[in-house]
């Protein structure tokens, strides 16, 4: 499942995730954008970016990658 909050423009989600070799880590989205009302994977003429970051972490507490994204909000 996923869980998190969206407070104005800012949000933060995570989710859990399964590694090839069987151990579980977590996702964590950090990001900004035009609203909270809905997104759609890609900018289109009616929406606004929203930027970020993901993070993987590993089961250790590690930090596997931080990754930046892309999507796009939708007025």
Known sequence: GVRGSWF???FQFTYRI?????????VVFNGTSA???ST???PTGDSQPITGKATTIGANGQVVS??????AHKY
Do not use: L
């Open 8 to 10: 104005g423009t800012n």
């Open 18 to 26: 399964t590694f090839p070799d069987g151990t579980t880590g977590m």
């Open 35 to 37: 609203g909270p009302e």
């Open 40 to 42: 759609r994977a890609t």
């Open 66 to 71: 931080v990754n930046d994204f892309t999507a």
